[in-house]
Structures are given as C-alpha cells and as structure tokens.
C-alpha cells in the first residue's frame, strides 16, 4: 500500500529551490547525528540547478556527505550535457562532500550493494520527473525498464538506452531508488504537474509512468516540490 505525497506548491523557481534545499539539508544532518555520515542522490539536467546551487549554501558538516546521481548519460565528463558536470559545477566546486560516480571507467556501471560505505539506504533522494513521466533514467521505452522497475532486483545499476533520447544512460533501479529515508520530487510547470497527478492516479501502468511505481513503492511519504 502506498503513502499518499505530501504536496508543496511554490510562487516560483528560486522559492522552492531554497525549500527543498533546507528539507534536504535538514536529513543530511539528522543522517550525519545519527550515523555518522549522511549518503544524498540527486538528478541531472536543468531543472535541479537552482536547488544545488541553494543547497550548496546550506550550512552543513559537508566531508561527512556522500552524493550520487540518480542517473547519467554515457557521454564525456565535460560535455554540456553531463550530469556529473552540472553537479560538480551547482554543488561540487562549492563544498567538500564525497562524489560517487555512478560510471566505473573499467565495468561501465557502478554497483552500490559493493560500496563499503553505503548504509543500505539514502537519507534523501531527489528526483526530477519528465513531461513523459520518466524519472532517472526510467524510460517507459526503454531496454531495460522491466527488469529497473522490479522492486525486488538485486541491481541497484542498469544500463538503459531509449529511443526517446540521444545517448545511452545508466541509472538507479527501482529498488535503489526507494531504499531511502526521504524521497523528494522536484518539478516544474503545468505540463509536469498534470504528468504527475495521471501517475498518482494510476491511468498508465507503471512501466508507462516510471514515476508512479517509484512513488508507490516509496517507504516514506514521498515530497512533491512543484512550482510553475
């Protein structure tokens, strides 16, 4: 049975920028008092970049934070279109935190059940959503979307490649994603949010709304950042 999402609605961008930064920051530090360390996902593209840089000025014990992507695409590391470039660029040249990449030069992907340091779950996952209801790299299209979106896979890394857009990706999984303390969804616009609301009421299958089986498997109450 899933948790209903608590909704927060903004005037504008730098708004809920700001407060998604200081919900976030807040479970960073709640994860650093209670355990010594606090492990953080967050997405590419455009839409997060006010939220990083925002969370970028949050007073925090940054060496003790570790921060992954939820999703990359296979392209060089300097490339415009990297998410790692935009993470280094919004949050990573600003503070010390710890980057684990989620592409490994050798193996291609990154396993997260074999990193040492990873507690068996986030305390915070943002994720940004699609105007066709993908989250991460969860395309209802793509290659790998039935084995992503099964709750029990032991994979917390796929590789995906979907004819909706222009180079391969490598994502968190669907049981990856939910192994978390605190789950936010930041999005923006009408069209997204009427995206969003279809999901929560079930009109498409899950591997039709990847969003939806991600909200509906969340453990906690997922958070619903929007603004126009």
């Given at each position: 049975m899933s948790i209903a999402p608590v909704e927060h609605a903004f005037a504008n961008a730098d708004a809920q920028a700001q407060a998604l930064a200081d919900a976030v920051a807040a479970r960073l530090r709640e994860g650093i008092d209670a355990r010594g360390g606090a492990w953080l996902a967050v997405p590419g593209g455009a839409t997060p970049r006010k939220f990083l840089a925002a969370l970028a000025r949050?007073?925090?014990?940054?060496?003790?934070v570790t921060v992954i992507l939820t999703d990359e695409r296979l392209v060089p590391a300097d490339d415009a279109r990297s998410n790692a470039r935009l993470l280094r660029e919004s949050l990573l040249d600003h503070v010390q935190a710890t980057f684990v990449p989620l592409v490994d030069a050798q193996s291609g992907k990154m396993d997260l059940s074999t990193t040492a340091e990873f507690a068996h779950a986030f305390d915070a996952v943002v994720l940004g959503m699609g105007a066709d209801g993908h989250c991460a790299s969860l395309f209802a299209d793509g290659d790998n979307i039935a084995a992503a979106l099964r709750v029990d896979t032991v994979e917390s890394v796929l590789n995906m490649r979907s004819p909706s857009v222009p180079e391969a990706r490598v994502t968190l999984t669907l049981s990856a994603l939910v192994a978390t303390r605190a789950l936010f969804v930041l999005i923006r616009g009408a069209d997204k949010r009427r995206t969003l609301e279809s999901a929560l009421r079930?009109?498409?299958?899950?591997?039709?709304?990847?969003?939806?089986?991600?909200?509906?498997?969340?453990?906690v109450a997922p958070q619903i950042y929007w603004s126009p």
């Open positions: 949050q007073a925090l014990d940054w060496p003790r079930g009109v498409k299958p899950f591997a039709h709304a990847p969003i939806r089986a991600v909200l509906e498997h969340a453990p």
